[in-house]
Structure formats: structure tokens, C-alpha cells
């Protein structure tokens, strides 16, 4: 009897992260119905739910992912990817609230998601996505292709100073500063927390 099996993968925030996952998951023939960043669904025997249970966290571990274990872990993932895509839009205009927004994809109440990030995280959501887009900055920095208003502009600041306030405060140094060091230090958006 065939069934199907759904894994909600943290840690997963990127397309290739899909392919990889997608193409390991081939090779040792486990069929992929659905793949979209955070969810895993593949056609499964009910006689071996197991084995494919096995099979699936062995791949996801030998890359760096975590299955998770609750609707809890699952919501918080869901958080994070929606944040990611977010910066990944450039430029990013929101016509809502960040609050808003998560509010109404994720169909949950802000206050249920804020709280719930905030146990298992140890951070807010707030900061969480500040860290975010002052990793998309330094990224625009790096390309040299943007003046920093053109970067303020694109990730949806008031204004240079405030973006160059964030930027210090997160990372210690001005954007300048950071545009001329010599090694550029920056941290894959998975790993920010």
C-alpha cells in the first residue's frame, strides 16, 4: 500500500539546497513527489516508513539539515524561509508591516509566531530579520555595483543613516569601513540566529 510521507526540514533556505536534496534522494530511489524550501513530501510503502525514515534523515544530515520534530519547529522554519525571501527581492518594498506580512502567509496571529520564535530561537523576530538584511548588505557591498543609498533603497530603509546605524550596531563596523577591509567576513543566511 503506497502512501506518502511529508518531512518539514530545517535549516533549508536556498534553491540549491532543493537540487541537492532532490537529486541524493533519486540516486538511492526514493521517489520525490513535492520539494520546496522547509518541506519534503515522497511516495513511501507502508512496509517500510522506516527504512525511508532512515534514508531520508541520513541524506538530509550528510547536508546540514535537521528534520523537524514539531509544529512548533516547522513554524519558526516557515518564519525564517518567508523573512529569506524576503531580502532575496530586491528592491524590497513591503506595502504591510513585517508582522503583517507573516501574518497573512503563514495564516497565524503575529503575536502566536513572535512569541513562539522568540522561545526557540532566543531572539525576536525583529533582530532576527535585521541580522538578515545586514548579511544581504554586505553581499551588495561586496558586488560593488550599488552606492549605499541604492542599497538603503533596495532593502526598504528610511534613510542611509539608518541602515548605516544598523550596520555598525550589528557588525561593530561602518559599511564603509566594511567596503574596504580586506577580508570580507559574511554568514550563509541558514546560519543566523
Known sequence: MESTRIYWIMNMVCRRCLKVIKHELEEINIEVLSLELGKLTVRSIKK???EIDSKVTDVLHSNGFEIA?????????EVKITLIALIKELPMHLKEKTSEHLASTLHRDYKILSKLFSKKEHTTIEKYFIKLKIERVKELIQLQQYTFSDIAYMLDYSS?????????NITGISMTDYKNAEGWERQFYDEII
Open 48 to 50: 517500510i516508513d522506516k
Open 69 to 77: 520534530q514539531s509544529e512548533e519547529e516547522m513554524l519558526v522554519e
Open 160 to 168: 542611509v543613516n539608518h541602515l548605516s546605524r544598523q550596520f555598525k
